[in-house]
């Protein structure tokens, strides 16, 4: 028995929209926090233990969030871009499949004789 697959195209091109826009969003958010760190020139300077063990804590811990944001980034407009793609495929398949579908009721039956 033949099953089906129901694809929601509305629900597709929305969601794709919205992983885009979580992507733009959260690079306008990394670029504005990258910037605003960048202000702030060198954290708590390297005149003593303290200050040198912050910033051996914290350095690294900053570049992996704004490392994870472009990768995050990424992975959202990825998401998106194959879920319009998906939307557009289905959408092709499913009107390719309604043109066969209305070629093959406009096209008379032909009876065959068996050979003998």
Do not use: H, I
């Not at 929601?8 to 990258?34: F, W």
């Not at 200050?51 to 990424?74: H, I, K, M, N, W």
């Not at 194959?82 to 289905?90: P, S, Y």
């Amino acid at each position: 028995m033949a099953q089906s697959l129901v694809v929601n195209q509305d629900v597709l091109r929305t969601s794709s929209a919205r992983l885009l826009a979580a992507a733009d969003s959260l690079d306008q958010a990394r670029g504005r926090l990258e910037g605003r760190l960048s202000t702030l020139g060198q954290c708590w300077g390297t005149s003593d233990d303290v200050a040198t063990q912050f910033v051996s804590d914290y350095v690294p811990g900053r570049d992996d969030v704004l490392d994870g944001c472009r990768e995050l980034t990424q992975v959202l407009r990825e998401l998106g871009d194959r879920t319009q793609q998906a939307g557009r495929t289905f959408a092709g398949v499913e009107a390719d499949n309604a043109a066969t579908a209305k070629y093959v009721a406009r096209t008379p039956a032909v009876a065959t004789t068996p050979a003998t």
